[in-house]
């Protein structure tokens, strides 16, 4: 079962934009926050955007006045824009959902952004 689908990301050049879509299944229930984590190859997972379910947002300090997350409660759908795009962008991105109960347990399959220079 897959309970959060990804698209939108890309190749693009340094100062390019990019939109990325999470589809949440309607199955998911529960649901505190969504985000958007990225991975670069050695590096840790880290969380880039995130939007409570009563809409208040907060992001890492590497993507504030560049990326903006952002969400569709009638599409079940979150998305982030990401402008200003940087060559340390690039990575692997990936959309979760936070359960108040269960913490940060479903994911997306990921989707790689690269940011060339």
Not at 25 to 40: D, E, H, K, L, P
Not at 62 to 67: A, D, L, T
Not at 87 to 114: I, M, R
Request: charged share 15%; glycine share 12%.
């Amino acid at each position: 079962q897959v309970q959060l689908v990804e698209s939108g990301g890309g190749l693009v050049q340094a100062g390019g934009s990019l939109r990325l879509s999470c589809a949440a299944s309607r199955s998911i229930f529960s649901i505190n926050a969504m985000g958007w984590y990225r991975q670069a190859p050695g590096k840790q997972r880290e969380l880039v955007a995130a939007i409570t379910s009563g809409g208040s947002t907060n992001y890492a300090d590497s993507v504030k006045g560049r990326f903006t997350i952002s969400r569709d409660n009638a599409k079940n759908t979150v998305y982030l824009q990401m402008n200003s795009l940087k060559p340390e962008d690039t990575a692997v991105y990936y959309c979760a959902a936070k359960s108040s109960a269960l913490g940060w347990y479903y994911w997306g399959q990921g989707t790689q952004v690269t940011v060339s220079s």
